[in-house]
T-cell receptor, first 114, second 115 residues
């Protein structure tokens, strides 16, 4: 089935450690995105990528890094510089980064700092 | 700047009642796109509908209907004869024109259907 796969579903991190969240899509979409969701809040954009080897900062990029070496993959690294990383992270994709393109989401990853 | 307001934080209704979720948006773009997503307890955001600014026709899909009114900048979502499976958080979102392609979300409305 076509879709967006995120892993792991649940992740615990010790303070000071970097962690990487995986996102893979087989929809043949050019654009991919990472969003962060905090309880009771909407989604905020961390990074997005229009095409392979290109990515742009979103609204809350500090403390995060991404790469886009393959069209189907867009991993997100939460670095130790991220002050409050505990949150729900959602990966998404769309056919292109164009107005009106529908954005589809993965199932999300819960990150907890212990 | 774009903005989406969902003033209803939480709504509870008894099963089989109708319920309307409100969404008000702000944008300076002439061309824009509005979306509704459903987030069940599993966490995934499920796409429900997309509407562009030039199409003000209301849409009905089964028990779901959407009322788009540019005059009041609103894009409300009604569930008829609600069911327990409708319990979820619902997000309204806005996509602008070129240069404003990023999706702006409202804060969501948590809908609980009481059996």
């Amino acid at each position: 089935d076509g879709g967006i796969t995120q892993s792991p579903k649940y992740l615990f991190r010790k303070e000071g450690q970097n962690v990487t969240l995986s996102c893979e899509q087989n929809l043949n979409h050019d654009a991919m995105y990472w969003y962060r969701q905090d309880p009771g809040q909407g989604l905020r954009l961390i990074y997005y990528s229009q095409i392979v080897n290109d990515f742009q900062k979103g609204d809350i990029a500090e403390g995060y890094s991404v790469s886009r070496e393959k069209k189907e993959s867009f991993p997100l690294t939460v670095t130790s510089a991220q002050k409050n990383p505990t949150a729900f992270y959602l990966c998404a994709s769309s056919r292109q980064l164009l107005p009106g393109n529908t954005i589809y989401f993965g199932e999300g990853s819960w990150l907890t700092v212990v | 700047a774009q903005k989406v307001t969902q003033a209803q934080t939480e709504i509870s209704v008894v099963e089989k009642e109708d319920v309307t979720l409100d969404c008000v948006y702000e944008t300076r773009d002439t061309t824009y796109y509005l979306f509704w997503y459903k987030q069940p307890p599993s966490g995934e955001l499920v796409f429900l509908i997309r509407r562009n600014s030039f199409d003000e026709q209301n849409e009905i899909s089964g028990r779901y209907s959407w009322n788009f009114q540019k005059s009041t900048s609103s894009f409300n979502f009604t569930i008829t004869a609600s069911q327990v499976v409708d319990s979820a958080v619902y997000f309204c979102a806005l996509h602008g024109d070129f240069g404003n392609e990023k999706l702006t979300f409202g804060t969501g409305t948590r809908l609980t259907i009481i059996p």
